[in-house]
C-alpha cells in the first residue's frame, strides 16, 4: 500500500544515510535518532497516522457522519488512482444534480448500492444486478442508453472504454448486445471486480458476453483489428487525474482530435460513438468535443457533420451525451430516440439535424454553421478555447487564455478560473525564488571570499543552455510516453529514471570519454 511504502521510502533513506554517512557531530545525532524515533511510532501507530479524512463537500465527506448512510468499505491503489468503494442509500432524482445518469424508477435506484470513486471524486454507482432484465428495468431511462435507443442494429457489438462500476455494461446487457468488451485502465478498479467484490459484481462480469480487459482506451483500439457498433465514453477520466498524474495542465488523450479519429475508424458504418460528461452552465467541456467531433468528420471526409451528431442534455445544462455516427442519422433513428426520451423530464434532445437551424443553444449555432471559415470564428469568438485539441496540445480540460486573467467581461469572472495561468505564474515566482536563495545568494557569499571562477559568464550561460534543452527532451518525452504507456505516471518514472540513469553514466565517464 501507499502508507507502507512511504514508510519504507524512508527507512531506506534514513539507513543509507547512517551507512554512507554516520553522524559524528552531537546535534546530528540528536536529529538521527529523532528521525528513528518517528519511523518507530509511524509503524506503532499506522492506523491512526494514515487515517483518511475528506474535505467539506467531497464525494466521500458524507462516509464521516454516520447518519448519511454512506460508509466506505474498501480503499485499493494503484500507479493510476485511489479507488474507494463505498456502500450507499439509494440515490434521489429529486434531489441529485445529475438525475438523467440515474433515472426515475424507484424500484431499479433501490438497486444503487454501492458506489466506486476514484481520488474522492469521479464516481459511478455499482447496480446490485442479479442477472436478470427485470432487474435493469428503469436503466433505459438514463442518458446512457442514448445510443441504444438510436441505433438501428438489433443486438449491437459495443465497445465501453472506462469500465467502473460497469452502468455502461449493465446498459448494454439491457438492451441485449451481443458482445461486450469492456476497457478499464485502473488495475485496482478491475481488482475489485474480479477479486476482492467479485460476489457482488459477478453476474456481469462473468456473463459470456462480457469480455473485460485491463488497458488504457487508445491502447486497446491500436490494436484491436474490428469494428463495433456502439463506442461508449461515460465521463472517462477526471479532473482528479490532474494531481495524482504529477502533471498540473491536464493531459488528456482520450478527447483529442487524434482520438476522434480512431473512434470513428473503429465503427461500423452504421454505428454511433457515445461520448458523456459533465457540463457547464457556459458551455465548455461538451462543446469542445462537439468542436473536435466536428474536425474529426471533416478529416474523415464529411460535407456536412451537422447531420452526423445529436446531442442529449439534462434541463439545468448540466450533463451532456454526444452521439456521433460516420454516415448521416437516418429520419428512423431519429425517430426512435426523440420518441423514447419524449416523455423525459430529465433529459431533451438539444442538438440534431432537425433543431440546429433553430439556434437556441450553442451547440445548435454551431452546427448550423456548416462551415470552416465560419466555425473558426465562432471558436475565436467564443469567451472560453473550446477549439479541438490535438496530441501535441492534449490539455481538453483547459478552456481558459491568458487575457482571462484581466478580464473585461463579468461572465467570465463568474464561469471560470484561469488555473493554468496562474500555475504557471506561482510556478515562475518559486522557482526564480528558489533560484536566488540557492544559486545567487551563495555564489555572491563565495565572491565576497575571494572565491571566483574564471569566465563565470560562460559557464552560466552553457551549463543553463544544457538544463533548458534536458529540461524540453524530458517535456517532449514525457508527453509522447504518457500516450505510448497509457498515463503520466507511467510516463514519468520510465523517462525520469532512463534519463537520470544515462546522464549520471554519462557523468561517471565523461573524464575518460574527454581523455579520449
Known amino acids: ?91 434521489d432524482p429529486d434531489t441529485m444534480l445529475y438525475p438523467s445518469i440515474i433515472g426515475e424508477n424507484r424500484t431499479f435506484l433501490a438497486r444503487f448500492r454501492r458506489m466506486l470513486t476514484q481520488n474522492n471524486y469521479a464516481f459511478t454507482y455499482a447496480v446490485d444486478y442479479d442477472g436478470t432484465k427485470d432487474s435493469l428495468r428503469g436503466i433505459e431511462e438514463t442518458i446512457y442508453s442514448a445510443a441504444y435507443h438510436a441505433t438501428s442494429v438489433p443486438r449491437p457489438q459495443a465497445l465501453v472504454i472506462g469500465v467502473g462500476g460497469g452502468f455502461d455494461i449493465l446498459t448494454a446487457l439491457a438492451f441485449d448486445a451481443s458482445d461486450i468488451t469492456a476497457v478499464e485502465i485502473n488495475g485496482a478498479t478491475v481488482r475489485i471486480l474480479t477479486r476482492t467484490y467479485r460476489d457482488y459484481f459477478r453476474k456481469w462480469v462473468e456473463d459470456p458476453r462480457v469480455h473485460l480487459v485491463q488497458s488504457e482506451g487508445r491502447h486497446f483500439l491500436e490494436t484491436a483489428d ?36 480512431l473512434y470513428l475508424s473503429h ?3 452504421t454505428g454511433i460513438l457515445n461520448i458523456m460528461r459533465l457540463e457547464f452552465l457556459q458551455p465548455r467541456e461538451m462543446l469542445r468535443a462537439l468542436t473536435t467531433a466536428v474536425d474529426a468528420l471533416r478529416r474523415a471526409g464529411v460535407g456536412r457533420p451537422a447531420d452526423h451528431i445529436m446531442t442529449l442534455t439534462q434541463p439545468n445544462g448540466r450533463f451532456t451525451a454526444l452521439l456521433v455516427k460516420k454516415t448521416p442519422f437516418t429520419d428512423s433513428e431519429q425517430q426512435r430516440l426523440e420518441k423514447a426520451i419524449r416523455n423525459s423530464a430529465l433529459f431533451t434532445l438539444s442538438a440534431g439535424p432537425k433543431l440546429n437551424a433553430q439556434g437556441r443553444n450553442m451547440y445548435q449555432r454551431f452546427l448550423s454553421l456548416g462551415d ?54 506561482l510556478l515562475v515566482m518559486i522557482i526564480g525564488l528558489a533560484a536566488v536563495l540557492c544559486i545567487y545568494v551563495p555564489l555572491r557569499h563565495f565572491a565576497s571570499q575571494g572565491i571566483r571562477a574564471r569566465h563565470a559568464p560562460r559557464y552560466a550561460l552553457y551549463f543553463a543552455g544544457t538544463g533548458l534543452a534536458y529540461l524540453a527532451i524530458e517535456i517532449a518525452l514525457l508527453q509522447k510516453f504518457g500516450l505510448f504507456l497509457g498515463h503520466p505516471n507511467y510516463a514519468l518514472s520510465v523517462v525520469l529514471a532512463a534519463l537520470l540513469a544515462a546522464t549520471g553514466l554519462g557523468s561517471l565517464f565523461s573524464e575518460a570519454i574527454v581523455r579520449a
Open 372 to 425: 470552416p471559415r465560419e466555425e473558426a470564428s465562432f471558436l475565436a469568438r467564443y469567451p472560453f478555447d473550446v477549439s479541438p485539441v490535438d496530441d501535441d496540445r492534449p490539455f481538453f480540460f483547459r478552456y481558459s487564455y491568458w487575457w482571462h486573467l484581466l478580464p473585461d467581461d463579468p461572465m467570465v469572472w463568474d464561469n471560470i478560473t484561469p488555473v493554468m495561468e496562474y500555475t504557471v505564474i
Open 1 to 91: 500500500g501507499v502508507e507502507w511504502s512511504a514508510v519504507a521510502a524512508c527507512v531506506a533513506l534514513l539507513g543509507g544515510a547512517l551507512l554512507f554517512a554516520p553522524p559524528t557531530r552531537p546535534l546530528a545525532r540528536v536529529l538521527a535518532v529523532s528521525a528513528v524515533l518517528v519511523l518507530i511510532l509511524s509503524s506503532a501507530f499506522a492506523d491512526r497516522l494514515f487515517e483518511m479524512t475528506y474535505p467539506k463537500g467531497s464525494m466521500l465527506a458524507a462516509a464521516q457522519n454516520p447518519e448519511s448512510g454512506v460508509v466506505i468499505e474498501h480503499v485499493a491503489w494503484d500507479p493510476v488512482a485511489r479507488i474507494e468503494l463505498s456502500r450507499i442509500p439509494p440515490p
Open 226 to 261: 474490428r469494428r463495433f457498433d456502439i463506442i461508449q465514453l461515460s465521463g472517462t477520466d477526471s479532473y482528479s487525474g490532474t494531481p495524482g498524474a504529477a502533471h498540473v495542465f491536464s493531459e488528456n488523450y482520450l478527447y483529442t482530435t487524434e482520438a476522434f479519429d
Open 267 to 269: 465503427l461500423t458504418d
